[in-house]
């Protein structure tokens, strides 16, 4: 038995489960971490496209390619939420249009909430989904699909593969932190399993003179740094171990700014640091 429920109107139907495909691929992402300095001049850019169904017996795809009966993408509405708030739509691609060059910039974002880029300030997020509507099986029936959920996502099956992209704003970006604000900079270290790192460390280097910091054991620990008048660089780095996997950690900056909030999985070497102070 399927059963059906109604949404905005009586056209707009939730589609059962195997009509809730994964429908949009995102490629060539570019440039999701704003700095202050750089807006209004700043935009968010991906090329846009639908998936083709690749033969798995999942039926989470869309339905280009696809032995027998077929769907049609209709239409697919850009949703922008800002620091988890309601949605609200940036931009709408015809299915025709596809693939489609996207470009959503900091000055989209602000108008549609209200604001100038102006208002943006770090620590801001934006979040990025989208709804659409379908012709199911070319029957003349549309459902109206919103997001599918993160178990559908993230390329496992299809490269590009996208449910919901993130756009943070930050102060300025460095890799090496040029004379650093004194103070005491937190460096916080999780491990979701609570065994430790299990090999993985961070290097925090002030000046030269590096300090190697880990979790021997457990699920949490705690670092701080002290920086003293007149240090000329400050920089962390990320070296792996056997599973990177459980492995989350953020620092702070004198201030309580979050200048990093790194993993599951962080990247190896250098972590880019946001600078407020």
């Keep these: 038995v399927v059963m059906l429920s109604a949404c905005e109107n009586e056209d707009n139907l939730r ?27 700043t935009a968010f850019t991906f090329t ?57 910039s900091a000055s989209d974002i602000a108008s549609t909430f209200g604001m100038t880029p102006d208002d943006l300030a770090p620590g801001d997020v934006i979040a990025i989904t989208y709804e659409y509507n379908i012709d199911a099986d070319n029957s003349g029936t549309v459902y109206k699909l919103g997001t599918p959920g993160n178990d559908y996502c993230g390329g496992f099956t299809n490269e590009g593969e996208w ?8 102060c300025s ?27 993985a460390t961070l290097e925090v280097t002030v000046d030269g003179v590096t300090s190697v910091i880990t979790v021997d054991a457990g699920s949490s620990g705690s670092e701080t740094i002290n920086i003293a008048p007149g240090t000329s ?14 492995v989350t950690f953020q620092v702070l900056d004198p201030a309580g700014n979050v200048m990093a909030d790194e993993g599951p999985t962080p990247s190896v070497g250098t972590v880019t640091l946001s600078v407020c102070l």
């Design 173 to 199: 970006l460095a890799d090496v932190v040029q004379n650093p604000a004194p103070g005491a900079y937190v460096i916080d270290m999780q491990d979701s399993f609570g065994d430790g790192w299990n090999g």
């Design 233 to 246: 660089t400050f920089e962390v780095a990320f070296t792996s171990g056997d599973f990177d996997s459980e």
């Design 163 to 170: 449910c919901t992209f993130t756009i943070s704003v930050v």
């Design 15 to 41: 589609a059962p489960d195997f009509y809730t495909p994964v429908v949009l691929l995102a490629t060539n992402v570019t440039n999701n971490v704003w700095e202050t300095s750089e807006l209004p001049n």
């Design 48 to 104: 846009l496209d639908e998936e083709n169904f690749d033969g798995a017996a999942d039926g989470h795809k869309f339905f280009v390619g696809r032995s027998g009966v077929t769907s049609t993408l209709l239409d697919v509405t850009l949703l922008a939420s800002m620091n988890g708030g309601s949605p609200e739509p940036v931009a709408t691609f015809q299915g025709s249009e596809l693939p489609a060059e996207v470009s959503i």
